[in-house]
C-alpha cells in the first residue's frame, strides 16, 4: 500500500485546512484509516481514525469538535478537516492504514502503512 498525503501549509489561527490522503495498491475501501501528527520535539500521537464505511470514528480528545475525518472509497482517498486550528496544532501530519484490524484503532503499532507526511503550521 502506498499513501500519499497532501493539503498541509501554512494557516492562522481560527483557520482551517483539509488534509488528504491518497491510496494505491491495495483495496483501499477494506481497511481502516488514521490520521496521526508528529509536533517538534514531541512523539507522533493519535489524531483520528475511520472505519472501512465511514460508520465508525474516533478522535483525540484535543481535537474532537474542531477535526473531522471522513473517505471516499471511490477515489481511494481519506480525509481530514481542520477547522479551528491552533497554534498547538501545527505538526507533520501523517495518514496510515492497518490490513490487520477492521475496527476503529487509537494504537500507532497497530498501523502497517505510513504515508510520507504534511507539514501544517498554525500561526498565532
Known amino acids: 500500500v502506498q499513501l500519499q498525503a497532501s493539503g498541509g501549509g501554512l494557516v492562522q489561527a481560527g483557520g482551517s485546512l483539509r488534509l488528504s490522503c491518497a491510496a494505491s495498491g491495495r483495496t483501499f475501501s477494506n481497511y481502516v484509516m488514521g490520521w496521526f501528527r508528529q509536533a517538534p520535539g514531541k512523539e507522533r500521537e493519535f489524531v483520528a481514525t475511520i472505519n472501512w464505511s465511514g460508520s465508525s470514528t474516533a478522535y483525540a480528545d484535543s481535537v474532537k469538535g474542531r477535526f473531522t475525518i471522513s473517505r471516499d472509497n471511490a477515489k481511494n482517498t481519506v480525509y481530514l478537516q481542520m477547522n479551528s486550528l491552533k497554534p498547538e496544532d501545527t505538526a507533520v501530519y501523517y495518514c496510515?492504514?492497518?490490513?490487520?484490524?477492521?475496527?476503529?484503532?487509537?494504537?500507532?503499532?497497530?498501523?502497517?502503512?505510513w504515508g510520507q507526511g504534511t507539514l501544517v503550521t498554525v500561526s498565532s
Open positions: 496510515a492504514t492497518t490490513v490487520k484490524y477492521s475496527g476503529v484503532t487509537v494504537t500507532q503499532t497497530r498501523y502497517d502503512y
